[in-house]
Nanobody, 113 residues
Framework: QVQLVESGGGLVQPGGSLRLSCAAS???????MLWFRQAPGKHREMVAS???????NYADFVEVRFTISRDNAKNMMYLQMNDLKPEDTAVYYC????????WGQGAQVTVSS
């Protein structure tokens, strides 16, 4: 059974930064991993994906504010979020595809003054 645990969410003012972490219970080497988010009343949307340390993709709304990274040795994935905006408020989910989609429980990110 694959378990994913997000951490690092919280309340931040507009323009602030947060770093989300995702801890996986299996070896993530070579596996595609993604961050999604879901705001109240909206569909879940992809934020960023990372296949290897040098291949990543971002949703258009990320612009250059977010950076996805991974540490295969620690089975960890990260999302560094800078210049946060109120519209970034959402529950952020870690996703791993390994024959099936596996999801974490989510981390709340609230951007508000």
């Amino acid at each position: 059974q694959v378990q994913l645990v997000e951490s690092g969410g919280g309340l931040v003012q507009p323009g602030g930064s947060l770093r989300l972490s995702c801890a996986a219970s299996i070896d993530i080497t070579g596996k595609n991993m993604l961050w999604f988010r879901q705001a109240p009343g909206k569909h879940r949307e992809m934020v960023a994906s990372i296949v290897s340390s040098w291949v990543s993709n971002y949703a258009d709304f990320v612009e250059v504010r977010f950076t996805i990274s991974r540490d295969n040795a620690k089975n960890m994935m990260y999302l560094q979020m800078n210049d946060l905006k109120p519209e970034d408020t959402a529950v952020y989910y870690c996703n791993l595809y390994w024959g099936l989609d596996f999801w974490g429980q989510g981390a709340q990110v609230t951007v508000s003054s």
